[in-house]
């Protein structure tokens, strides 16, 4: 993105001295601040845009055919070079080329050759890509260096090019140095894209990763426009993908990809929604959170049926399909075909789609994921926290999980109440309470070598944190809606915040891990003044959770004194709770305040183009100056109205001879 924006200041400050020196009197000062203030103004939205490509590997070179007949790239000691040659072996096999049983008797054939400029025995290699140009089908070829595979030594070759059609297609190969020597070619296949597959460093730790898409979700459940395809990573090694999509290092890069795809889908109006969902389910599936997304699609998918598209009986069968009988062409109801379909597709297993399907997937709640009564803590455990034995225990003991979460309950209730103001007291005062109950128990220290857990020291970790759980519920006598949200059974308690996520008070994907944070209080909150409850007070009272969710029981069910399960996870040894990733409207934040700068911004850059041409006009006193300010005005919206005004602007100007006296 750097070289973008200084690309763009070049640009602004040759067209700067361009009008400076042929239509406009500037002094020095003048130019430089213009220049520089639409530097700064152009540069803010592409750092915006920077940071949400920031996982974005860039080649080490770069180089496209367009209409040459050569194009080479070269970093690293690997010089890569196509050339597009006449030959008379148009038929025979080629890396994007099978045969071709009648083919001219000439053609234009690409070819890539391969050299190795360092090393004590430098390779060099040559393959036929296929016949090129726009009698062969195959234009726009680009090839770049990228280093992908970290046990080689040199960085390898992608090449692609486009085959031609509306929505399809780029054909793309990877080409590498095995160990022995030799330079191998590795297909991509044909991509629905423009121009080579990007290469991400989805988890930022310096390691390459292929990025392409899973194309059998296009014109699946929704036209073209209206399809999502979910994202497939993979590793490269000697000649070989392997597909690490559903490593847990990358997860959080595909929570991003997905909140940017719901924000696009919400943005555009919803609109044909099995498509955004298909893909939704999906990747929350590659994220081990299959059943969260199967309810979110429950809560949004479309029940009109659609004929057009959609899985019938007959895509599900194997082998040859066109015998199949009109009722098999039928196309499912949504929820059963995108089970079928996900489960053929490997996203998800045969028992998983009968459970969704039966309805037994939708009413466990997040922390339940293995059966009635069973528990995680708040924080991941797909992998546990390495070297911290506390963490691992609570991610292994569903007693222990569940303490966990009620001491949350009333920590994140007691942390409301006290404001800001009291969050760095109160949190230091859990930490040293928590720490002495661990040793106490003789619980390991993280990161310590020996990070072994005694026995016995569950339970006697269970009763202390019960003790400390009674001590902190205490201090929120005198609040009654917060005693009784902190009082309530856990599973209502996350069943409530579910309850929000569902109703779009928090946004979908949201987890219900029964952490009130920010987010969750903000939604309480809106909830309530929607609902116009009595009192806005960003609790769940009894009263708020049956107007909520009437399903729920009205009695409170008030923990005992010690509780057989384990403590909240230790602030300053395990993972901390993590708050909602929204934040309250009352708030101005940094993120807010970013997002309305930048709109203003936008708008003034906006305004500033939508009206130069009539300021140049006015400004050199073009001749048709009055014409201009009427196009900009009134057509200055549209390329064509816009241009034109801005070539009447520039039109030459009558320059009056001057009075010479004799």
Excluded at 324 to 339: D, M
Aim: with cysteine; net charge neutral; proline share 7%.
């Amino acid at each position: 993105m750097q070289l973008s924006k200084t690309l763009l200041c070049q640009i602004i400050e040759k067209t700067m001295v361009l009008i400076r020196k042929r239509y406009l009197t500037l002094t020095a000062s003048t130019h430089i601040t213009l220049m520089l203030g639409l530097c700064v103004l152009v540069q803010a939205p592409l750092a915006f845009a920077g940071h949400a490509q920031s996982y974005i590997v860039p080649p080490l070179a770069h180089a496209a055919l367009e209409n040459k007949s050569s194009a080479q790239v070269a970093a690293q000691g690997v010089t890569a070079r196509v050339v597009v040659e006449t030959s008379h072996r148009c038929g025979g096999a080629m890396v994007w080329q099978s045969g071709d049983a009648q083919p001219p008797a000439t053609c234009k054939v690409a070819k890539l050759v391969i050299k190795e400029t360092t090393g004590s025995q430098p390779q060099s290699a040559s393959f036929l890509l296929s016949p090129y140009g726009a009698d062969a089908g195959m234009s726009y070829l680009q090839m770049g260096l990228y280093k992908l595979d970290a046990t080689s030594p040199t960085p390898q070759v992608m090449v692609a090019a486009y085959t031609g059609g509306a929505h399809c297609c780029e054909v793309a190969s990877l080409f590498g140095r095995m160990p022995d020597g030799t330079w191998h070619e590795t297909s991509l296949g044909q991509n629905d894209g423009d121009g080579l597959p990007p290469v991400v460093d989805a988890a930022q730790n310096g390691a390459a990763q292929l990025q392409l898409l899973d194309q059998s979700f296009l014109y699946t459940f929704s036209s073209y426009a209206g399809s999502y395809a979910p994202l497939i990573l993979y590793r490269y090694q000697a000649g070989a993908l392997a597909n690490v999509t559903r490593d847990a290092a990358y997860r959080p890069y595909l929570a991003a990809r997905l909140k940017e795809a719901q924000q696009n889908w919400v943005k555009y109006g919803r609109s044909e929604p099995n498509g955004f969902l298909a893909y939704y389910v999906a990747t929350k599936a590659n994220m081990g959170q299959f059943a969260e997304g199967w309810r979110y699609m429950l809560a949004h998918k479309d029940n009109q049926p659609d004929t057009m598209f959609g899985i019938s009986p007959c895509d599900l069968k194997p082998g040859n399909t066109r015998n199949c009988s009109k009722t098999e062409q039928k196309p499912l109801p949504f929820p059963k075909g995108l089970a079928l379909f996900l489960a053929k597709n490997g996203y998800i297993t045969a028992q998983q789609a009968q459970d969704a399907l039966s309805g037994r997937t939708q009413p466990v709640p997040p922390v339940a994921q293995e059966g009635a009564g069973h528990y995680k803590p708040d924080f991941s455990c797909e992998p546990p926290p390495e070297n911290n034995g506390v963490a691992q225990m609570l991610c292994q003991n569903s007693d222990a999980a569940k303490q966990e979460l009620r001491f949350d309950q009333v920590y994140y209730a007691l942390r409301y109440l006290v404001g800001q103001d009291g969050w760095k007291d109160l949190k230091q005062q859990v930490i040293l309470d928590e720490n002495a109950a661990n040793q106490r128990c003789g619980l390991p220290i993280p990161g310590a070598v020996d990070q072994t857990v005694p026995d016995g020291a569950a339970a006697c970790y269970s009763a202390e944190m019960g003790r400390l759980t009674e001590a902190y519920r205490a201090r929120l006598q005198g609040a009654p809606a917060a005693e009784q949200e902190a009082a309530r059974d856990i599973d209502q308690h996350i069943a409530l915040q579910q309850k929000l996520i569902d109703l779009g008070y928090l946004p979908a994907g949201t987890v219900a891990d029964g952490v009130y944070g920010e987010g969750t209080r903000a939604a309480i909150t809106t909830w309530q003044r929607v609902a116009q409850r009595p009192e806005i007070t960003g609790f769940l009272s009894q009263a708020d959770a049956q107007i909520l969710m009437p399903s729920l029981s009205a009695a409170v069910t008030a923990p005992p004194a010690q509780l057989p399960g384990e403590s909240a996870t230790p602030a300053a040894q395990t993972p901390a709770p993590v708050p909602d990733n929204v934040v309250p409207q009352s708030q101005n934040t940094p993120r807010s305040i970013w997002s309305l700068w930048l709109v203003c911004m936008l708008s003034v850059v906006g305004l500033a183009v939508y009206v130069f041409p009539a300021v140049l006009a006015y400004v050199r006193n073009a001749p048709k100056k009055g014409l201009v300010v009427v196009l900009t005005l009134l057509l200055g919206w549209t390329l064509i109205g816009w241009g034109a005004a801005l070539v009447l602007a520039l039109a030459p100007v009558d320059v009056p001879p001057e009075n010479v006296t004799i």
